[in-house]
């Protein structure tokens, strides 16, 4: 998910919703409060006081807000999947700690190449009117998702599955896809090369069944109520006309785990203003909501203050490949750009200019994402190279010293693009664009201030200097991350290249795909390649503030995926 901070967000910010939640397109991100990436609003406030506990407790109802209408509920046609588990179910859903558990699926074997999944799914699997779910209806699905003429924004997801690159690009027809019914209830998938987190990646919403009977019934009005579609998971969308400000999830009383779903009903409504959100919280009218930058100081000592930390990180992307032959040498040096690494006080940055709680990273991919699968250590501790992202004045000088000498420059002069439609970017770039040249001698940074979709048009044009842009996961692997860099990928703007990264990635994805040891090894050495030469600059991971009813219990929260799970959660 590329979040741009110039671009808004390929999950962050050109938010788009569907199931309760701000769907964000993360190929830019707009360093806003995640809330926005997430457009859920959680809320909570007052531990000792009336309003520390929920307004619905004996109705099992859960009161939020969301930041902006939703966008839609075709999960064909969404942009980001951060509540829609709640739904859509697939063949697994994610559990706490981003681990997949049972989901429409009784049992999975893989064939010892791991090329061949066969999965059989539940006998008790129905649609939300009651009919039976059917392997038919995920071979549909998947062939509806990826047909071109969907023009679904996550097809890409579905590279690895037999053909899905060829029918992506227009070169293979949907129905050769990888996947096929065996029989009822049975689906077997054939990929192109092991997919090592293939269960985390089923488990998105994405990948979910689809009621080509409902779809053939409603054609074009498919999808454009909460009606006119069928749900697979624990909730169903009631109240939704396609561009009212609220609107449900109901408990969905097919749902073949419906024994464990104590909530009857979660109840959506849109506030755009944060300030707004606490006000009804305080009036017990919501039970979880997100707080601004500038209201962390007030709250974040209240006993219902809760931070949740996201798999995004907003980092400063260089242009390798930059027309100005001054720049391009400037960019393509190494020991410039971990001058610029090392001249940043991130501690400074995320909690004096961003003061949310933000966290600093150890490289490019975040904390919390995922674990070593031996040792069980974070690997975010593990890709950490020393004299990378500190903040030394004297290392910095040092290292910018040594590259202005290598290009033949006493002074440089550099844009810093990124999107003007959040306060977060703007505190950000204004920022690295005094910090900078204050610790470099000779250094002019000129901030360019653009809307989300223009800054995002020149950073995919490769018409910039420096863009402040960002990255969240899909799902809870480092390859989520790591296969950004690699060479002529989609979403490598600045061009970044280095064959031996290309070759690390490759091997995890291919000859060491079968060994888990084997393939975590390469990710990390690919990682530490990756920081080492500062490819990009990590400036903060995003944590995101919030108010949260006391009696609130059981919520599911990951920092990938269907961030926000309801199934478990309850009003004591």
Known sequence: ?????????????????????????????????????????????????????????????????????????????????????????????????????????????????????????????????????????????????????????????????????????????????????????TVQITLDKPIAYFKVLMAYPLFAPQSEKTVTKYGKKYATTSSKMLYSGPFVITGWNGTGNTWSFKKNPYYWDKKVVKLQKVNFQVVEDTSTGVNLFNTNKLDLTPLAVNQVPKYEKDSTFRSYAYSYIAYMQYNFNAKDATVKAAMNNQDIRLAFSQALDRKALTKKALGNGSQIPTGFVPNDLASDPTTGKDFAKQQTVAN??????????????????????????????????????????????????????????????????????KETDGDFDIALSGWGADFNDPISFLQIPESNTAYNYGKYSNAQYDALIKKASTTDANDAAKRWDDLVQAAKLFNQAQGVTPLFQQVTAYLQKGDVKGLTHNTAGTQWGYKYAYIK
């Open 1 to 185: 998910m590329l979040f741009s901070i110039v671009e808004g967000c390929r999950r962050f910010f050109v938010a788009k919703h569907i199931g309760g939640i701000v769907m964000t397109h993360f190929k830019t991100a707009a360093l806003t409060v995640a809330t926005l990436a997430l457009g859920l609003v959680l809320a909570a406030c007052g531990s000792n006081n009336k309003s520390s506990q929920s307004s619905s407790a004996t109705k099992q109802q859960l009161n939020l807000s969301a930041t902006a209408p939703l966008d839609t509920i075709d999960l064909a046609q969404a942009t980001g999947y951060g509540q829609t588990g709640n739904v859509y179910e697939s063949f697994w859903r994610l559990g706490k700690n981003g681990k997949p558990i049972a989901g429409l699926a009784s049992k999975a074997t893989k064939s010892s190449d791991g090329l061949t999944w066969t999965i059989s799914i539940r006998k008790d699997a129905k649609w939300s009117d009651g009919s039976a779910i059917t392997a038919k209806d995920f071979v549909y699905s998947w062939q509806r998702t990826i047909d071109p003429k969907t023009k679904s924004p996550y097809s890409y997801l579905f590279s690895g599955i037999k053909n899905a690159d060829a029918i992506n690009k227009g070169n293979a027809k949907p129905d050769t896809l990888g996947i096929k019914a065996l029989d009822t209830h």
């Open 388 to 457: 990378t992202i500190n903040y030394s004045t004297k290392s910095a000088k040092a290292h910018w010293t040594k590259g202005l000498k290598a290009i033949g420059k006493s002074k440089l002069t550099l844009t810093l693009l990124y999107s003007n439609d959040d306060a977060t970017s703007k505190t950000t770039a204004e920022y690295i664009g005094g910090q900078l040249p204050k610790e470099l001698p000779g250094l002019t940074i000129n901030l360019k201030a653009l809307p989300s979709q223009m800054a995002k048009q």
